[in-house]
């Protein structure tokens, strides 16, 4: 029995730890003083202020179409690598492999300054473009690694079932095989997304004057010092998050049932 | 139809954008200087023989020093957690786990950010101090060693708990049966039996939090307030304020080898899906 409270307690404290200081900036992105750290009152003021600051909303903007295209290019390009890969011979299938664990092991820090020395050393004009670049480059190991599994459990008479069957190699790709795989695309796509709105650091390497990102943004509004703003805006990304993970999960118990 | 042709234009991409930068970094980093800065393709180790100056190594041992407090912390807070998730019922355990991988899910900059209002001068931890009357005076709680410390065991916390819980939630009850039938005492059971079975578990969540701690910029930044100077805000601040490319190319060569270095060593320890599959 007391051994049982002692675990209730020690979880209860590490979630503590975890969630009090997003329930922090949650409380005070609803207060009215800006400098002390006590509590004024209740204010909707700060999300006004942020939906009136344009900065933010082009940096809300560059971050979702950035993510949006980035992990539907990387969902693409990493699906046809993954089949791709699976035919290989042993050799190619290594040598492929280790191609893709390369950005997934390799520290961002170092993925981003050497994607701003590519860049440099081409002559890209740093901005969106380059961001979008960086960003398919991260997201496409992430898309392979999500769907290779999906291909190993596929059964590959299927394929040839359809093709007697008088299907175009094409027909039976789109009617068949994609629609066997196509839990493992979506969760490479999602993690993909879900990377590129998170990614700061590659992000912060790769991007020229003028074109923020939401982290990019954020890293700067905290250089200026702690700003209720940004509390409104943790609060209404931490709720989106939220919202997301729990159509994710009604999603994945659908796909158990 | 060859379907391994499907492969080329990842194949293109990742010799372009994944393989050719590490190489132009690997050129850079054993490139000269000229009078301005600009990149002289002459060869020239002096780029890895500057960091061995005292100020460089001490950036090193401070980095190594912070990421390995910070795994053990994460560690010996991590274990426990994920031992009594792996032991808690089925329909309780998805959501311990859920409630671990949402923070991972909020942005990272907004999460340390956080500990930015709550260990300032006016922050929460302060006020609460002074309301119940056990310091007059704020102390001093950000922009130190210990907050860059609390920022990364915060930031880096799921990433050791998880693959412990996966490997742990996987383990073979009757292994643990056997030996308590055996006479083992419990902490015998522990030591002898779950421990090194969860070996592999442990190893990926030391290295998933061991890296990126090592290779951070932003936690010494925000809540190190420049007074911490970690590898990864040596690398930033040669590529984007010292403009010396050159050396800043070495450092992350530096740390590329030392990564890789630890990926050897572990990759031995580590069995199949260790719980990497987590992510």
Avoid at chain 1, 123 to 130: E, Q, R, V
Avoid at chain 1, 150 to 176: M, S, W
Avoid at chain 2, 89 to 108: A, C, D, G, Q
Wanted: hydrophobic content about 55%.
């Amino acid at each position: 029995m007391v051994k049982k409270l002692c675990k209730a307690a020690y979880a209860g404290i590490i979630y503590v730890f975890l969630y009090l200081p997003i329930l922090v900036l949650i409380v005070y992105s609803f207060n009215d003083s800006k400098y002390r750290g006590n509590w004024s009152g209740f204010t909707l003021r700060w999300y006004q202020e942020l939906m009136r600051d344009r900065t933010i909303i082009s940096a809300l903007y560059n971050t979702f179409t950035i993510a949006i295209l980035a992990s539907l290019l990387a969902t693409v390009i990493g699906t046809a690598a993954a089949i791709g890969i699976h035919h290989m011979k042993p050799r190619a299938k290594a040598v492929f492999m280790n191609i893709t664990y390369l950005p997934v092991m390799n520290p961002d820090i170092v993925i981003g300054i050497s994607l701003l020395a590519l860049f440099v050393w081409l002559k890209f004009k740093l901005g969106y473009i380059t961001l979008l670049l960086a960003h398919v480059t991260f997201n496409i190991p992430y898309v392979i690694l999500a769907v290779l599994p999906k291909i190993y459990q596929l059964n590959p008479h299927l394929e040839e079932a359809a093709l007697d069957l008088g299907a175009t190699p094409l027909q039976a790709f789109f009617k068949v095989i994609l629609p066997e795989i196509m839990a493992g695309v979506v969760t490479g796509f999602l993690l993909a997304f879900t990377l590129s709105l998170d990614d700061f650091m590659v992000s912060f390497f790769t991007t020229g004057s003028g074109v923020n990102t939401l982290s990019i943004k954020i890293y700067s509004m905290t250089k200026l010092g702690v700003s209720p703003k940004i509390n409104a805006l943790s609060t209404i990304l931490f709720i989106g998050v939220l919202s997301l993970l729990i159509i994710l999960q009604q999603r994945a118990s659908n796909i158990k049932e | 139809m060859k379907k391994q042709w499907l492969s080329v234009p990842y194949g293109i991409w990742a010799l372009v954008f994944s393989i050719a930068p590490i190489l132009i970094i690997a050129v850079y980093s054993f490139c000269s200087r000229s009078a301005y800065g600009n990149i002289i393709y002459e060869f020239t180790a002096e780029n890895y023989g500057k960091f061995l100056e005292p100020i460089y190594i001490n950036v090193l041992w401070r980095s190594v020093l912070l990421a390995t407090q910070s795994t053990l912390a994460c560690f010996i807070l991590g274990y426990p957690m994920a031992m009594i998730i792996a032991k808690s019922t089925i329909k309780k355990r998805n959501i311990m786990v859920m409630l671990f991988v949402l923070p991972l899910w909020t942005n990272f900059l907004l999460r340390t950010y956080a500990w930015m209002v709550l260990l300032r001068d006016q922050g929460v931890i302060n006020q609460f101090l002074i309301y119940i009357g056990i310091i007059d005076e704020p102390l001093k709680l950000l922009y130190s060693h210990n907050a860059v410390l609390l920022g990364m065991v915060y930031n880096f916390l799921p990433f050791m708990v998880l693959p412990i819980y996966s490997v742990l939630s996987k383990l073979d009850n009757s292994l643990v049966e056997a030996a308590e039938d055996l006479g083992a005492p419990p902490w015998q059971v522990f030591l002898k039996v779950i421990f090194p079975l969860s070996l592999p578990g442990v190893i990926s969540g030391a290295i998933m939090v061991f890296m990126p701690a090592v290779s951070t910029f932003v936690i010494s930044d925000l809540l190190g307030g420049g007074q911490t100077v970690l590898l990864g805000n040596l690398i930033q601040n040669q590529f984007l304020v010292a403009r010396n490319w050159q050396f800043g190319s070495a450092i992350s060569m530096i740390m590329i080898i030392m990564i890789l270095i630890t990926m050897g060593i572990t990759s031995k320890y580590q069995g199949e899906g260790g719980g990497r599959q987590l992510w």
